[in-house]
């Protein structure tokens, strides 16, 4: 069974910064590519950015310079460092990976930014 599992949100001051990670069990993460989501308050689900399993990353513009996706292999985590945080991006953050039949999602960790 494939649990993705996201950790580290919080409260933030804007200018701050967070890691969250992504821990997964069930799939080898180094083979597949993995995707960050986030979901605002009156906004649909987007997706910002990814790794490969090559470990190359690409980001949406909006995060690009302050955002920086990881990968831990020998732990099976996904990390996602967010620096100069904005309110504008507090959301639910969620990882996420898919293989030819399946779709799977982590339960989404809080980041609320907020002075």
């Known amino acids: 069974q494939v649990q993705l599992v996201e950790s580290g949100g919080g409260l933030v001051q804007p200018g701050g910064s967070l890691r969250l990670s992504c821990a997964a069990s069930g799939i080898n993460i180094s083979l597949y590519t993995m995707h960050w989501y986030r979901q605002g308050p009156e906004n649909q689900r987007e997706l910002f950015a990814n790794?490969?399993?090559?470990?190359?990353?690409n980001y949406l513009d909006a995060v690009k310079g302050r955002f920086t996706v990881s990968r831990d292999n020998a732990k099976n985590t996904m990390y996602l460092q967010m620096n100069d945080l904005k309110p504008e991006t507090t959301a639910v953050y969620y990882c996420?990976?898919?293989?030819?039949?399946?779709?799977?999602w982590g339960q989404g960790t809080q980041v609320t930014v907020s002075s």
């Open positions: 790794i490969f399993s090559d470990g190359a990353t």
């Open positions: 996420n990976t898919v293989n030819r039949t399946q779709n799977w």
